[in-house]
């Protein structure tokens, strides 16, 4: 029993709409996805959806599950809308799943006082709170490879590589444009801080939900400000228009950073030739020449067990949600190992999130060498603030610019612990961590 899906002119409709529990097999874990293949998010949650979907599948189908272990997908569609997410989750948790994934900041922010009242991890890979990577107060929350806050300070690391260092920030602008949700807001703190720190001006452009295809008087108002670099932190439909009307105003592309969620191929090509330069944050491959791509595309894609368009396979979006499986799968395989247990619970994979060290060995057996960096996480850090890199768009995909290198964890680690700690008061009473650390 591998899909619960009704395909609607192509789109995968809202599923679980009964509230009965179904009869899993006892050898299968249950991972539910939420997904928004419909509305204005969709161009960005159609290839993740497809990319976490084939990775799972693609298990089921070579390797028959993990360590003999099937794995039920279900899709939740939530439109990107947190009041049908948190219906979601409310629909999904009484099938016992091991791993939430909420794929929204908004979301996020909804279920993580939920998680440790239901003992079900949520695993927000490189989105969400950023001071969920402070386990010791979020035990039940998980946000590797990266923060949102590891990401900025990379995007700042890179541009003052560019400018020949740090201390060069200073009376440069930096403009940032975002859209104005939970997703938009959550690194501003750092952005702030950083501003104040290596002297440059940072001026803030947000986009409203409902006028994410409609940012001329944003745009306008960046060609007066004429700042020195934008970062956009844009989703959906916005990230196609801010390239189009970046390309309108003539801003120099190789000045524009989207972070790693505004990298999508299409969000690129909508500016023509005239995007080429658009640089994007990334914490994986690019392209198909990596075996586990080809194995997705021979067990899964041409056994037409896909929703993928085969032009857009192994598209940037479509291989973030394949990492983000990725992180699921090897989760379950380090809980099955802590616990002895092949048939894990919630709470088993609690343990295993929180113990994962992905070495190259493993990497290169999962047939991802290439594809992705080593992962490791402790009790005390739930995200492990990983090396990234930067892509450029050269007119028709993605390249890597940059070398690997690490965000400034020295000063995002001290923020996101203070950033945790505000956030337990302001939620008080915060329940102290009673969850034991486990590895074996």
């Given at each position: 029993?591998?899909?619960?899906?009704?395909?609607?002119?192509?789109?995968?409709?809202?599923?679980?709409?009964?509230?009965?529990?179904?009869?899993?097999?006892?050898?299968?874990?249950?991972?539910?996805?939420?997904?928004?293949?419909?509305?204005?998010?969709?161009?960005?949650?159609?290839?993740?959806?497809?990319?976490?979907?084939?990775?799972?599948?693609?298990?089921?189908?070579?390797?028959?599950?993990?360590?003999?272990?099937?794995?039920?997908?279900?899709?939740c569609e939530t439109g990107y809308d947190t009041q049908k997410g948190v219906e979601c989750y409310e629909q999904v948790k009484a099938k016992n799943p091991v791993v939430i994934n909420p794929y929204s900041t908004g979301i996020t922010l909804q279920v993580i006082p939920k998680?440790?009242?239901?003992?079900?991890?949520?695993?927000?890979?490189?989105?969400?709170?950023?001071?969920?990577?402070?386990?010791?107060?979020?035990?039940?929350?998980?946000?590797?490879?990266?923060?949102?806050?590891?990401?900025?300070?990379?995007?700042?690391?890179?541009?003052?590589?560019?400018?020949?260092?740090?201390?060069?920030?200073?009376?440069?602008?930096?403009?940032?444009?975002?859209?104005?949700?939970?997703?938009?807001?959550?690194?501003?703190?750092?952005?702030?801080?950083?501003?104040?720190?290596?002297?440059?001006?940072?001026?803030?452009?947000?986009?409203?939900?409902?006028?994410?295809?409609?940012?001329?008087?944003?745009?306008?108002?960046?060609?007066?400000?004429?700042?020195?670099?934008?970062?956009?932190?844009?989703?959906?439909?916005?990230?196609?228009?801010?390239?189009?009307?970046?390309?309108?105003?003539?801003?120099?592309?190789?000045?524009?950073?989207?972070?790693?969620?505004?990298?999508?191929?299409?969000?690129?090509?909508?500016?023509?030739?005239?995007?080429?330069?658009?640089?994007?944050?990334?914490?994986?491959?690019?392209?198909?020449?990596?075996?586990?791509?080809?194995?997705?595309?021979?067990?899964?894609?041409?056994?037409?067990?896909?929703?993928?368009?085969?032009?857009?396979?192994?598209?940037?979006?479509?291989?973030?949600?394949?990492?983000?499986?990725?992180?699921?799968?090897?989760?379950?395989?380090?809980?099955?190992?802590?616990?002895?247990?092949?048939?894990?619970?919630?709470?088993?994979?609690?343990?295993?999130?929180?113990?994962?060290?992905?070495?190259?060995?493993?990497?290169?057996?999962?047939?991802?060498?290439?594809?992705?960096?080593?992962?490791?996480?402790?009790?005390?850090?739930?995200?492990?603030?990983?090396?990234?890199?930067?892509?450029?768009?050269?007119?028709?995909?993605?390249?890597?610019?940059?070398?690997?290198?690490?965000?400034?964890?020295?000063?995002?680690?001290?923020?996101?612990?203070?950033?945790?700690?505000?956030?337990?008061?302001?939620?008080?009473?915060?329940?102290?961590?009673?969850?034991?650390?486990?590895?074996?």
């Amino acid at each position: 029993m591998m899909r619960k899906s009704v395909i609607v002119g192509g789109l995968l409709a809202v599923l679980a709409a009964s509230a009965a529990v179904p009869a899993f097999a006892e050898d299968s874990v249950y991972v539910p996805l939420f997904s928004y293949r419909t509305g204005p998010y969709a161009g960005s949650g159609i290839p993740i959806a497809n990319g976490m979907s084939d990775y799972l599948t693609m298990l089921n189908e070579r390797d028959g599950g993990i360590n003999g272990v099937k794995i039920v997908v279900e899709e939740c569609e939530t439109g990107y809308d947190t009041q049908k997410g948190v219906e979601c989750y409310e629909q999904v948790k009484a099938k016992n799943p091991v791993v939430i994934n909420p794929y929204s900041t908004g979301i996020t922010l909804q279920v993580i006082p939920k998680a440790g009242v239901d003992k079900i991890p949520v695993l927000s890979m490189a989105y969400g709170l950023s001071a969920g990577a402070v386990g010791d107060t979020f035990p039940w929350v998980f946000n590797p490879p990266d923060t949102y806050w590891d990401g900025a300070s990379a995007i700042i690391t890179d541009i003052a590589n560019r400018e020949g260092g740090l201390d060069k920030l200073a009376g440069k602008k930096i403009g940032y444009i975002y859209l104005d949700a939970g997703y938009g807001k959550e690194p501003i703190p750092l952005l702030e801080d950083f501003s104040k720190k290596y002297g440059f001006t940072l001026t803030q452009y947000p986009v409203p939900g409902k006028e994410m295809q409609n940012q001329s008087s944003q745009w306008l108002n960046i060609r007066r400000d004429n700042p020195d670099y934008m970062i956009m932190w844009g989703w959906g439909a916005m990230n196609p228009t801010a390239v189009k009307e970046a390309t309108k105003i003539r801003y120099p592309m190789d000045r524009f950073y989207g972070i790693w969620w505004s990298g999508g191929n299409d969000d690129a090509a909508a500016g023509g030739d005239a995007a080429k330069g658009y640089r994007t944050m990334n914490f994986h491959g690019v392209g198909k020449d990596y075996p586990v791509i080809q194995d997705i595309k021979k067990y899964v894609v041409d056994a037409g067990k896909s929703h993928v368009d085969p032009a857009k396979f192994a598209d940037n979006l479509y291989n973030r949600g394949v990492y983000n499986s990725m992180l699921i799968a090897e989760g379950i395989r380090r809980a099955q190992e802590i616990s002895g247990k092949k048939v894990i619970t919630a709470a088993d994979m609690r343990d295993g999130l929180e113990n994962l060290n992905i070495d190259e060995a493993r990497i290169k057996e999962m047939g991802m060498e290439g594809f992705a960096a080593p992962v490791k996480l402790s009790c005390s850090d739930h995200s492990g603030h990983h090396k990234v890199y930067v892509v450029e768009w050269n007119g028709s995909d993605w390249q890597k610019a940059t070398d690997w290198f690490a965000p400034m964890t020295d000063v995002v680690r001290p923020m996101l612990e203070k950033a945790a700690e505000e956030y337990t008061a302001a939620n008080a009473p915060w329940p102290k961590r009673e969850e034991a650390c486990k590895s074996n």
